[in-house]
Each structure stands twice: as C-alpha cells, then as structure tokens.
C-alpha cells in the first residue's frame, strides 16, 4: 500500500482537486469501503490494509472532534 500516514492521505485527497463536489469525510468513507473490500482478497498483505483503515479511522474520528477544515489545516504539508 502506498499511502503510509494520515498526512499523505490528506494530501492524496487535496492533490486530486476534487472542489467542493467531494468532501474529505466522504472520500475518507470511500477508501475505508476500498480497504476493507481489499481485505477480502486472498492475495493481498493484510497488514498493510488493516494500517490504512485504523489510519483512516483515526481520521474520520478527527473530522468529527475538530471539524473537516481543521484537519485540511493540520495534516496540509
């Protein structure tokens, strides 16, 4: 898996320049659905899957504490 901290997926999500059509929650949701589908596949590592969904746990549980733009704020390099 090629995104390894909260920041990365931040900047991942600003990098794709979505506008205001997409939120960060939603698309945090979305990849959490995309790992946690991934983590059926037989063929796959686990381990870095199950990283990137407590990642991206942490991040929603962010969202919710101290606002969506608060965490553009933080995580933005």
């Not at 320049?17 to 983590?39: A, H, I």
């Amino acid at each position: 898996m090629g995104i390894q901290s909260a920041s990365e997926y931040v900047n991942f999500f600003i990098n794709l320049n979505m506008g205001k059509s997409v939120n960060l929650l939603s698309f945090v949701n979305n990849e959490k659905l995309v790992l946690k589908q991934k983590r059926e596949y037989k063929n796959l590592e686990k381990d870095p899957i199950k990283k990137g969904i407590a990642i991206l746990e942490e991040l929603v549980r962010e969202i919710n504490e101290i606002g969506e733009t608060a965490v553009l704020e933080k995580y933005q390099e």
